[in-house]
């Protein structure tokens, strides 16, 4: 197990914004790739923004007891 990191001390609502900009930013030039790669894209940031939002552990972050 690694050891914790600033990152990981974060507050839950801060790390999702670091989720969104995270996001935001690899859509950086979307419009210029062929479909296939675009759609590739889209669908690797809408699962990480869905994952964000729905407070499951693939936003990076452990999810929030007794929340689902």
């Known amino acids: 197990m690694s050891a914790p990191t600033p ?3 974060a507050p839950a609502v801060q790390r999702r914004l ?3 900009a995270e996001v935001e930013k690899s859509l950086d030039g979307v419009d ?4 296939p790669e675009r759609l590739a894209r889209l669908e690797e940031a809408q699962r990480s923004l ?3 939002l729905n407070n499951s552990a693939g936003a ?3 999810p929030m007891p ?3």
């Open 66 to 68: 007794g929340v689902r």
């Open 50 to 52: 869905q994952a964000a």
């Open 18 to 20: 670091e989720v969104v």
């Open 32 to 35: 210029d790739l062929p479909m």
């Open 7 to 9: 990152r990981d001390a």
């Open 60 to 62: 990076g972050q452990p």
